[in-house]
């Protein structure tokens, strides 16, 4: 993960907080200086360390909304 | 990851494809006998490896579905 730069354009969402902190996030980044993407991942505080996570298009997002919608 | 047993309960969606068959679903799955989380990862064909990905509770997708009904 060394080489591996990102910038992160706009903070959507903060889904929750962990009791250490951490948080659960949707974002739009960009890696390595490519077009951003939507992100859906853990962060420490601060900004300092990330957790796992997945990348996800704006046709993911649509999709994942419409599901969403339909769960309950 | 060797001792980590996991059960995927339901596939509740299944968002995309990529070109090698990889695909990014939304299941509720039980990792190593625990009550099932909510869980969005990218899967290789047949299940046979998973990618990266991030565990969500009912409250997360709450939170994300009112996200993204407002993001458009």
């Known amino acids: 993960m060394a ?3 990102y910038e992160i354009i706009k903070t ?3 889904l929750s907080e962990s009791p250490k902190g951490w ?6 980044v960009s890696w390595n200086g490519r077009d951003p993407k939507y992100d ?3 962060w420490a ?3 300092e360390k990330m957790g796992k996570g997945v990348t996800l298009t ?3 997002l649509n999709h994942l909304k419409t599901v969403l ?3 309950n």
């Not at 948080?23 to 739009?28: F, G, I, P, Q």
């Open 45 to 47: 505080p601060g900004k």
């Open 3 to 5: 080489e591996l730069k």
């Open 23 to 28: 948080t659960k996030e949707l974002n739009l």
């Open 12 to 14: 959507v969402a903060v």
């Open 69 to 71: 919608n339909e769960m």
């Open 58 to 60: 704006k046709e993911d």
């Open 40 to 42: 859906l991942r853990d």
